[in-house]
């Protein structure tokens, strides 16, 4: 029995083939922005509900970390004020790709905190979260970011920072 070709097999193995090396050049900091502003764009828009005008934390946000959130191991006004500065303060750090690696690792603790003591049964959507939070702990900020330009800067080298 011979081996099926590409020319004889039921689809063009050799067109599947060129998609997958066409889609093995997307470059890696094409993914880093796009999932800091994706994960930026979630938090920030949670922390902009926790708070009246500049930065007044709600009372409906103290409430919410006393009897929904009621996390087991903080005061819940200590709770509150740790993630609505955190909300506002790493998706900030991730759009510009500033301490892109420590905005993320915040992020994924809070993820975390979130997963386990809040919504357990909102895993798929955490895990979402934590994937791309994962990708940017692992390669960084990418070419496009603010980490990148102060390794060049510092080092002279041209790492994905």
Do not use: C
Not at 22 to 49: C, I, M
Not at 59 to 68: A, H
């Amino acid at each position: 029995m011979t081996e099926p070709t590409p020319r004889t097999a039921p689809f063009n193995l050799d067109l599947i083939r060129r998609f997958n090396d066409l889609l093995a050049r997307v470059p890696d900091w094409l993914v880093a922005l796009a999932a800091r502003v994706a994960l930026a764009g979630v938090f920030w828009t949670s922390a902009r509900t926790k708070v009246e005008g500049v930065f007044s934390i709600k009372e409906s946000t103290y409430f919410l970390f006393q009897y929904e959130y009621a996390l087991p191991v903080i005061p819940y006004e200590w709770a509150a004020v740790m993630a609505t500065i955190a909300e506002h303060m790493f998706p900030i750090m991730l759009v510009l790709g500033l301490g892109t690696r420590f905005a993320a690792l915040g992020l994924l603790v809070m993820t975390a905190v979130i997963q386990v003591f809040v919504y357990p049964g909102a895993w798929n959507l955490h895990l979402l979260w934590a994937t791309g939070l994962l990708f940017l702990l692992s390669r960084g900020g990418g070419l496009l970011s603010v980490d990148h330009l102060i390794d060049r800067r510092f080092t002279g080298s041209a790492g994905g920072a």
